[in-house]
Antibody, heavy 118, light 108 residues
């Protein structure tokens, strides 16, 4: 079945960077985009952006532009999300989701907890 | 920016009907999606494009959308329906997705 398997939890200091991976299986990776969504403790989801593994095109949310980079490796069917200059309010669970704009999110990864703390 | 509003909480007795609203300017002109999130789990798509139910979602879940309000209706509520529910739209003005703040459904 279709699955998205994410990398493990991360603890980072303010100012550092984090890179989360998301390995897709059960479908042809290049036929659907990948969105990244985060959810801070006790808050609702926040869409961060989208990438097409086929073209490499990206669409980032305005709130994180400049600190966020999404990439893919089609040889391993893996998507990556890198967030730089981390702040305490970046502490959240980060999810990758299968996503073809503007359709809803039908498959979610299990989530990766990123904690930013000094 | 396009802002979605939801009531923070809804309480309902087992067997009754829960209605969760999602409000925004002319939301009836957009496709609204609803997600169910149980504690400690990733969200699950419950309703897509206002009223389409994905496979595996019980028929008790239905949706509607008109004017400035979209509604998720859960009929014959069960204890297992206790969760947070989020609405989502695609804002074509900014080419971004937007989520609502969520509604916590409590089964009494």
């Amino acid at each position: 079945q279709v699955q998205l398997l994410q990398s493990g939890a991360e603890v980072k200091k303010p100012g550092a960077s984090v890179k989360v991976s998301c390995k897709a299986s059960g479908y042809t990776f290049t036929t659907s985009g990948i969105s990244w969504v985060r959810q801070a403790p006790g808050q609702g989801p926040e869409w961060l952006g989208w990438i097409s593994p086929y073209t490499g095109n990206t669409n980032y949310a305005h709130s994180l532009q400049g600190r966020l980079t999404m990439t893919t490796d089609t040889s391993t069917s893996t998507a990556y999300m890198e967030l730089r200059s981390l702040r305490s309010d970046d502490t959240a669970v980060y999810y990758c989701v299968r996503s073809e704009l503007p359709d809803p999110f039908d498959v979610w990864g299990q989530g990766t907890m990123v904690t930013v703390s000094s | 920016s396009y802002v979605l509003t939801q009531p923070p909480s809804v309480s309902v007795a087992p067997g009754e009907t829960a209605r969760i609203t999602c409000g925004a300017d002319k939301i009836g002109s957009k496709g609204v999606h609803w997600y169910q999130q149980k504690a400690g789990q990733a969200p699950v798509l419950a309703i897509s494009y206002d009223s389409d139910r994905p496979s595996g979602i019980p028929e008790r879940f239905s949706g509607s959308n008109s004017g400035n309000t979209a509604t998720l209706t859960i009929s014959r509520v069960e204890a297992g329906d206790e969760a947070d529910y989020y609405c989502q739209v695609w804002n074509s003005g900014t080419d971004h997705y937007v989520f609502g703040p969520g509604t916590q459904v409590t089964v009494l």
